[in-house]
């Protein structure tokens, strides 16, 4: 399988450009001690103006090169753990409602459809809104916005599971149903969440850049919608300032978007793009 | 660490007395931001309703920018010597927008009936009044129970706009259908108002000063976005930007235009103070070497050059540089960060988190927490900001749910009007944002606010408030951040556009296009 990801040219490209990004993050305090939020210099210098500020500064006069590194932890951060978070509540669900049928079923899904019928972006808003912006509460956001499609996705993979023969020769052999759904089924349905998983990343850093370009991000903390939101009125006379962190969204969800193209291919290989053609 | 200063903007030299002489006629187009709620302006005095009626109503004086009174309606006018008796001698000929003479029984009947039950502000002032009369038609008298300095403040246009008596007298002043349509005295008459696009104002041919209006008509334009309303005067359908209509970035951009010109007068009267409420009840910042640790802290130069485009003036005290009573004999904090550390070392700060509660007004206010919440961290004060709309800041405000908060308030021209109601005891009270909220107490000061507020002289109340804010800033009640002022961007050839303490509130009366 690793064999497949590898030899998948877009998919390695995604793996590159993503560890870039974790690198940077990783490494921010190191080379920006001072962190993001200090105002190193003239306000409004555009790139490589002054020696040492590659990127420019902002309205304040802050490193823009430095608040796009500290923007790449708050990004990774909310995208990574808003997914564990929607796994964790889509997942279950979804496996319970497939697994066990009937009234169970039949629940879990018009509770799972209460939320698909609300629009995403309108129900993040308002749950921010309420809960007032942190980093805690976005996150919460997201994943609760974001592990509808999970459920319904591991329930349909779990219906098709369960009726396989290696399901009825484990329930012959007298294992309890639990310990059937997670010992034998659920394991036989991880490729397709893993896909699904990589794709919610993206998606989650795209809905927190949104959230703080609206000015529901969290104040304290910078991020890379913030920098496009705060740079909005300024766009005309200061291109860096939006242009910078919108490449910075850019190039994270593509590179999260190739990855997840690529162990989808290397999962199912005989519905990779390559074999139909 | 050195920051370059931005660049300030020489104020136009249009402002100096012109040369040539004034040309009339041509139509002149102002931004109103936003559409203002009523015309009426003895009901509604927000801000774009000041704007637009202060061309259609009048009061009895006008000020220039040093708060000088200067004639209106009244041509002429006495205090006595024990500050009792304000007599005012108005101007003749002077005539309805519909043509009815206007007399003293106007002034009466505005300043007794109508304004005492509609407008707050002017009604806290007439507390101090015991009679209003009208010996003859050219004549009106006010009679204090005790002296109060400040009531020559009283007659500006936005306190005390004169209203027809003959419309109004016995009507239900709210629902008067004459509402719609306002009849003033001033140099322009209602015309039209189209909803959601403009207000058309004419000249009025009958006013009472020869020559006035220049300006054959003026139409306040009704643009809801910002980029939109600089839009619109880049391409020259409007000349008039009030203060606080665009956004602060795009000022230089605007006046770098050729033929453009910026002032930052005109907010002399309203003179806007902006501080940071500083909890006095608890938490670091009731400690008062804290706050004083905050004010050395801050870069309030660096502030206002950067987060307000240079345009204001860092704040001394709790009482701007424009209003009357002014002194700068107080403690000056300048940025200090050692001597910060120092006070923070010796009240033993421990690193207990302090909340900045942003004023929800926009990019800049969110600019400026951002800017001290960084300052503070330099001195090793674990700041945070907490956000908020404008309910929730209401609401964390008035319920004294904050640690630091920003606010502005106007001052109104006198420390007894604008001042001190945000540092007396008798001004704490939970629920509104609009008094002492920080919760200072100093019973002693009380007694000198008061004191200076009956004083007869403006020399004894000079005294007075010097030694007032001597002491009050010592007490870093609140951090005072700075004097705003809201430029105003125009046409150069719009003459003497901006000659008072309300700017454009009243300018069109005096202005006139060079062609």
Not at chain 1, 160 to 177: H, I, M, N, P, Q
Not at chain 2, 100 to 111: K, N
Request: with cysteine; hydrophobic share 45%; aromatic share 10%.
């Amino acid at each position: 399988m690793w064999k497949r990801f590898r030899s998948n040219m877009g998919a390695m490209i995604g793996v590159v450009l993503l560890l870039s990004v974790i690198v940077i993050a990783m490494i921010a305090p190191l080379i920006f001690s001072d962190g993001p939020w200090q105002m190193v210099q003239r306000p409004f210098l555009a790139p490589f103006a002054v020696d040492g500020l590659p990127l420019g500064t902002d309205t304040l006069g802050r490193n823009v090169a430095a608040q796009l590194a500290y923007g790449a932890r708050v990004s990774l951060l909310v995208g990574l753990v808003s997914t564990v978070v929607a796994l964790l509540i889509g997942v279950p669900l979804g496996a319970l409602a497939g697994f066990y049928g009937g009234y169970v079923d039949e629940g879990a899904m018009r509770f799972t459809e209460f939320f698909q019928t609300i629009p995403n972006f309108a129900l993040a808003i308002v749950l921010v809104a309420i809960f007032e912006p942190t980093l805690t509460s976005i996150t919460i956001a997201i994943a609760i916005v974001s592990w509808p499609p999970v459920a319904r996705l591991v329930r349909a993979e779990v219906m098709s599971v369960r009726t396989r023969e290696f399901v009825d020769a484990a329930r012959l052999a007298g294992l309890s149903k639990p310990r059937i759904l997670i010992q034998q089924v659920l394991p036989n349905t991880v490729s397709p969440i893993i896909v699904m998983a990589s794709l919610m990343v993206a998606t989650a850093i795209l809905l927190e850049s949104s959230l703080s370009f609206l000015g529901l991000g969290d104040p304290n903390s910078m991020s890379w919608g913030y920098m496009i939101g705060a740079a909005r009125t300024v766009i005309r006379t200061s291109w860096w300032l939006s242009f910078f962190p919108g490449i910075a969204i850019v190039i994270t969800v593509l590179a999260l978007n190739l990855i997840g193209e690529g162990l989808n291919d290397a999962f199912n290989p005989h519905l990779s793009r390559k074999g139909k053609a | 660490m050195k920051y370059l200063k931005v660049t300030t903007f020489l104020i136009a030299a249009a402002l100096a007395s012109p040369v040539a002489a004034q040309e009339a006629g041509g139509r002149l187009d102002i931004v109103v931001q936003p559409e203002p709620p009523g015309l009426m302006l003895g009901l509604v005095q927000n801000g774009p309703t000041q704007l637009v009626a202060g061309d259609i109503y009048e009061s009895l004086l006008r000020y220039d920018s040093d708060l000088t009174p200067m004639p209106s309606l009244a041509k002429s006018w006495e205090i006595s010597d024990d500050g009792l008796t304000y007599t005012f001698k108005l101007n003749e000929g002077v005539k309805w927008h519909d043509g009815e003479d206007f007399t003293a029984d106007d002034v009466v009947f505005s300043a007794d009936v109508f304004l005492r039950e509609t407008h707050a502000r002017l009604r806290a002032s007439l507390a101090y009044v015991k009679s209003i009369t009208a010996p003859d038609p050219m004549t009106v008298v006010f009679k204090l129970k005790e002296p109060f300095g400040p009531f020559i403040n009283a007659f500006e246009n936005g306190t005390m706009p004169i209203v027809p008596k003959h419309i109004y007298e016995g009507t239900d002043f709210a629902n008067n259908p004459a509402n719609a349509t306002p009849i003033g005295t001033g140099p322009f008459k209602f015309k039209e108002w189209v909803k959601g696009s403009h207000i058309h104002l004419v000249k009025n041919e009958d006013y009472y000063v020869d020559g006035l209006p220049y300006l054959d008509e003026v139409f306040y334009r009704v643009i809801p976005d910002a980029a939109a309303r600089a839009v619109a005067f880049e391409t020259g359908e409007v000349d008039v930007l009030p203060g606080g209509s665009v956004e602060n970035w795009d000022i230089p951009r605007l006046a770098e235009m050729d033929g453009v010109c910026v002032t930052e007068k005109g907010w002399e009267f309203l003179a806007p103070l902006a501080w940071m409420w500083l909890n006095n009840r608890e938490g670091p910042t009731a400690n008062e070497k804290f706050r004083q640790a905050v004010m050395y802290a801050m870069d309030r130069e660096f502030m206002r050059d950067v987060v307000w485009n240079g345009f204001g003036k860092v704040a001394t005290g709790p009482i701007a540089s424009s209003t009357n009573f002014y002194s700068d004999d107080v403690t000056i904090y300048d940025h200090n960060p050692d001597k910060a550390k120092e006070l923070l070392a010796e009240m033993g700060y421990d690193g207990e988190p302090v909340r900045i509660l942003p004023l929800p007004y926009g990019e800049t206010w969110q600019r400026w927490a951002e800017a001290v919440r960084q300052n503070l961290s330099e001195v090793g004060i674990n700041a945070e900001i907490d956000s908020s709309d404008v309910a929730g800041w209401n609401e964390k405000t008035s319920q004294w749910d904050y640690d630091m908060a920003f606010t502005y308030l106007y001052q109104y021209g006198d420390p007894a009007l604008g001042v001190s109601r945000n540092y007396t005891a008798d001004r704490i009270k939970k629920g509104s944002p609009w008094n002492n909220v920080e919760g200072y107490e100093n019973l002693a000061l009380d007694e000198k606010w008061a004191a200076a507020a009956t004083m007869v002289t403006p020399e004894e109340r000079e005294a007075a408030y010097a030694e007032i804010q001597k002491e009050i800033v010592d007490d870093v009640p609140v951090a005072w951040m700075q004097e705003l002022t809201f430029p105003t961007i125009y046409r150069c050839n719009v003459n003497d556009l901006v000659t008072t303490a309300i700017g454009i509130n009243d300018g069109p009366r005096n202005a006139w296009i060079k062609k």
